[in-house]
């Protein structure tokens, strides 16, 4: 018997029955599919690309704004969407409510969206310049590769983790610096966006601690499940903590000494909340995800500023 079911019988002493609840479509169905909570992220970053390019914006809102858009709505949307739509029988048994095991978004209907928004992604990208549009082909390529057989990079933690630390903070980084300069971003931009791209790799290990039970039921191999929960937070706060303190150093190099002793002082400030989030990490994890996970993008930024400042 359904949960509808069960709860009209229920209803159904003193003559009164409950009518079931017929599942909605439309835009708001289609519009979870693409999850707009996941886009800040990529945005974030894109906007150090721009910013860490060094080259007034002048007359070209335009195509930043359609960066943004082709980072956030429309490449994450379409990793978002591809991601529902291959896991949608494991969402039957463990979150029915979504759009596609509901029935909100009925039939194919997951599928197109996810196909549409490739291709509008790729049409956008490629009004974006050769390097922008060779990093969506990219972005792309992994995010159908994280989800859809016979890849399913999500499901080994080492590998998944890495497309999206890639997806949501280098590709876009890269992207952004690379209208910017209309062409390849400098090298120095390059070795940053890869530094922090690595780093992310920590922060997606944090996001599986939520599910390590699920997982483990479902043969996902998450990083937490292989390694255990205390062996996997250490590694997720090295694997964080490594590439930032490698930024510190090339700032150092480069001569950025006040950007590199602010890098450093979020990176310490980190270091301190990690304390906390090591000693209990399956229960710490959402809350040193939206701590330390904030003062990391701060380093983005700053990075970015004083990559800006090597521009005459």
């Known amino acids: 018997m359904s949960r509808i079911n069960a709860l009209n019988a229920a209803a159904g002493g003193g003559g009164m029955s409950v009518a079931p609840r017929q599942p909605r479509t439309g835009a708001a169905a289609y519009g979870e599919l693409l999850k707009p909570i996941t886009w800040f992220a990529p945005m974030w970053a ?25 980072c956030g709505p429309l490449v994450t949307g379409t990793s978002q969407a591809v991601n529902d739509w291959y896991d949608r029988h494991v969402d039957a048994i463990n979150e029915p ?24 992604s790729l049409g956008v990208a490629a009004s974006l310049g050769n390097w922008a549009f060779g990093a969506t082909v990219l972005g792309l390529g992994l995010a159908w590769a994280y989800s859809a057989p016979p890849w399913r ?3 080994n933690g080492w590998l998944g983790n890495a497309a999206c630390g890639a997806c949501y903070e280098g590709l876009p980084w890269f992207t952004g610096a690379a209208i910017m300069a209309s062409g390849s971003p400098h090298g120095r931009v390059i070795a940053a966006a890869a530094l922090y791209s690595v780093g992310a790799h920590g922060i997606m290990t944090l996001n599986d601690f939520k599910a390590i039970e699920g997982d483990r039921l479902m043969g996902v191999r998450s990083l937490p499940v292989m390694l255990g929960a205390a062996r996997a937070a250490r590694l ?9 303190a490698a930024v510190v150093a090339l700032l150092l190099v480069w001569g950025f000494w006040l950007h590199a002793g602010c890098v450093a002082l979020l990176l310490a400030v980190q270091g301190l909340l990690m304390r906390r989030f090591l000693a ?9 995800n939206a701590t330390g996970t904030s003062l990391y993008v701060l380093g983005m930024l700053v990075s970015a500023l004083a990559l800006r400042a090597m521009h005459p």
Request: hydrophobic fraction near 50%.
């Open 153 to 155: 990079l999500k499901l």
């Open 97 to 120: 409510g979504r759009a596609i095991p509901s029935g909100r978004v009925p039939g194919h209907g997951g599928l197109y969206v996810a196909g549409l928004w490739t291709l509008l």
């Open 280 to 288: 209990d990490p399956r229960e710490r994890a959402p809350w040193y």
């Open 236 to 244: 997720a706060c090295v694997v964080m903590a490594v590439p930032q």
């Open 46 to 70: 894109f906007g150090c690309g721009i910013v860490s390019a060094g080259r007034p914006v002048g007359g070209r809102w335009a195509l930043v704004l359609a960066g943004v858009a082709l």
